[in-house]
């Protein structure tokens, strides 16, 4: 029998980037929000709200994506 291999989609790997950034910015959010610089609209929080954004995204894409296995 010829085994046939699956590749695994481009997006799994966005997926991975997008949560790997997502976690990042949302980390550094999370210290901008305890140590606090004078910036415009720094109220909002902006990077927290982006990184759990582009968390929820990447993983939504790594869960969609996942390589299956091929017998």
Known sequence: MISQ???IP???FVGILLTIYGLVV???GIY???RPINIV???LHA???WGILMTIFG???IIKNVPKKVE
Do not use: C
Request: aromatic share 42%.
């Open 5 to 7: 291999k699956k590749m």
């Open 10 to 12: 481009v997006w799994f």
């Open 26 to 28: 949302f980390i550094s």
């Open 32 to 34: 901008w929000f305890v």
């Open 41 to 43: 609209a720094g109220y």
């Open 47 to 49: 990077g927290i709200w």
């Open 59 to 61: 993983l939504f894409f």
